[in-house]
C-alpha cells in the first residue's frame, strides 16, 4: 500500500491474507499502548509479562476483528458472483480486493454492509464475555480506559476489544466514500438515479467533503490535547486526509469510465470466438485447437452452444496420455462464474475486473448464457482511448 511487496500471511478459501510493512508499525503501536494500561492495571501485584501476554492477546484480537471484517465483506461479495483475490491489511486498517465492481446497487449494499455486520457482531461477544466474566461497572471502565487498578484484566480485554469495535462500526459507517458507509451512500444514490458514474460523484465528493471534516477533528483534537489525546488526534487526521484522497481519486476515475458508460460489452467484442465443443476428446481438443491456433485458452461450449467455461493448455496436459482419448473436455473446464460477462454489460464494469487483466480477454455470453463473443483488454483499451478522445478538454 505504501510501497513494497506485501507479505503472505496464510491463505482462507482461495483468499490470500497478506499485510503491508507499514502493518508492523501499528502492530507495535498497539502492543505498546496495551502494555501501559495492563501494567496501570494489574498494579503492583502484576508483572510486565503478564501485561505484555495480554496486550498481544489484544493487539490478536483487533486485528482478528479487521480481517474478520474484511472477510464479511468477502463471503458476501462471493455468494453475489464476485471473487475476492486477497485480503491486505495495512497501517489504516484493511482491504479486501475485488475481482470486479457490483452490478446493480443492491449488491453493492450488501458487499458493503457485510463487514459492518460481522463488527457488530464481534461487538456484542465480546460486550457479553466482558459483562458476563466481569460487570457492568467495570466493563464500562475498562472501555473507558478508566479501570481501577486490581481490576480483573482478562474481562477488561474483552471490554476494550467491544469498544474498539464499537468505534470501527461507526466509523466505517460514516458515509465518505471509500468506507462502507460511503458505499452504501453510493448504492443509494445508484438505485435512485440509474447511474453509477453519477453515484460514484456523488459519494466522492461526500466523501471529500467528510475527509476534510475528519482532517478538522483531528487537528483540533491534536491541538487541545481532548477525547482521544494528541497522538489519537494526529491519527484521525491522517485518515481523514486518506479518505479525501481516495475519494478524489474516485471522482477522476468517474470521469473516465463515464465516457464509457454508455458503450455495451456487445459494441466492441468478437462475435466469432473459436470455442471447444464440451463434447469432445482432450485429445481432439489438443490437436484440432491447441495445436492449430497456438492459443493458451479456449472458451468451451455445449451442444447448444452456452457457455461451459475455460479451458487451459495446462488442463488439457495434465490429464494423462493413455486417458486423453476417451477425457472429455466438459470434465476438466473452468467453471469460474468470473470468466465471463453479460453482451449487454457496460463497458465500464470491466475496467476493475482481474480476470479481464489475467487472462487478456473475457466470454461475453447473452441473456440465455449463450456464447455471442469474446471482449479483450486491447478491444477495451482502445475503445477507452477513442471515447476520452472524443470527450476530452
Known amino acids: 500500500m505504501f510501497g513494497g511487496r506485501p507479505i503472505t500471511l496464510f491463505h482462507v478459501r482461495g483468499i490470500r491474507i497478506a499485510v503491508d510493512w507499514s502493518w508492523f508499525l501499528i502492530l507495535f503501536l498497539v502492543i505498546f499502548w496495551m502494555s501501559q494500561f495492563y501494567e496501570d492495571l494489574l498494579g503492583p501485584s502484576g508483572s510486565s509479562s503478564q501485561a505484555f501476554l495480554l496486550a498481544v492477546l489484544t493487539a490478536v484480537g483487533f486485528f482478528g476483528s479487521i480481517l474478520l471484517h474484511e472477510l464479511g465483506h468477502a463471503v458476501v461479495a462471493r455468494r453475489n458472483g464476485i471473487g475476492i483475490s486477497s485480503i491486505q491489511l495495512w497501517i489504516f486498517g484493511g482491504m479486501a480486493r475485488m475481482d470486479r465492481e457490483a452490478d446493480s446497487p443492491g449488491v453493492e449494499a450488501r458487499v458493503a ?18 459483562i458476563v466474566l466481569g460487570s457492568w461497572t467495570e466493563f464500562h471502565e475498562a472501555a473507558t480506559f478508566e479501570s481501577r487498578i486490581g481490576a ?24 465518505a466514500f471509500p468506507m462502507d ?11 435512485r438515479s440509474g447511474d453509477r458514474n453519477a453515484a460514484t460523484r456523488f459519494a466522492a465528493d461526500l466523501g471529500r467533503i467528510l475527509g476534510w471534516g475528519i482532517v478538522a477533528a483531528g487537528v483540533y483534537m491534536a491541538v487541545t490535547d481532548s477525547i482521544f489525546g494528541s497522538f489519537g488526534g494526529i491519527w484521525l487526521a491522517l485518515v481523514g486526509m486518506m479518505i479525501q484522497a481516495a475519494a478524489r481519486s474516485a471522482a477522476r476515475s468517474s470521469q473516465v469510465t463515464g465516457s464509457i458508460h454508455h458503450i455495451s460489452v456487445a459494441d466492441v467484442m468478437d462475435r466469432q470466438p473459436v470455442a471447444i465443443p464440451g463434447e469432445i476428446s482432450v485429445a481432439q481438443a489438443l490437436d484440432e485447437y491447441f495445436l492449430r491456433y497456438r492459443w493458451p485458452w479456449f472458451p468451451v461450449v455445449d451442444a447448444a452452444h452456452r457457455f461451459l467455461g475455460l479451458l487451459q493448455r495446462e488442463a488439457a496436459d495434465e490429464v494423462p496420455e493413455v486417458s486423453r482419448t476417451v477425457s472429455l473436455v466438459s470434465d476438466i ?59 476530452g478538454p
Not at 152 to 175: C, E, R
Open 113 to 130: 454492509l457485510g463487514g459492518p455486520a460481522v463488527t457488530l457482531a464481534i461487538c456484542v461477544v465480546c460486550a457479553a464475555l466482558g
Open 181 to 191: 458507509g460511503g458505499r452504501v451512500a453510493r448504492a443509494i444514490a445508484w438505485r
Open 152 to 175: 480483573p484484566a482478562v474481562p477488561a480485554m474483552f471490554d476494550w476489544l467491544a469498544s474498539i469495535n464499537l468505534l470501527l462500526l461507526l466509523f466505517n459507517l460514516i458515509p
Open 333 to 391: 473446464v473452468d467453471h469460474d462464474r468470473g470468466l465471463f460477462v453479460r453482451d449487454d454489460a457496460p463497458l465500464d464494469s470491466l475496467l476493475a475486473n482481474a480476470n479481464l487483466r489475467r487472462f487478456g480477454a473475457l466470454m461475453a455470453v447473452d441473456a440465455d448464457g449463450r456464447l455471442s463473443g469474446v471482449i479483450t483488454v486491447e478491444q477495451l483499451g482502445r475503445a477507452l482511448k477513442e471515447s476520452t478522445t472524443v470527450t
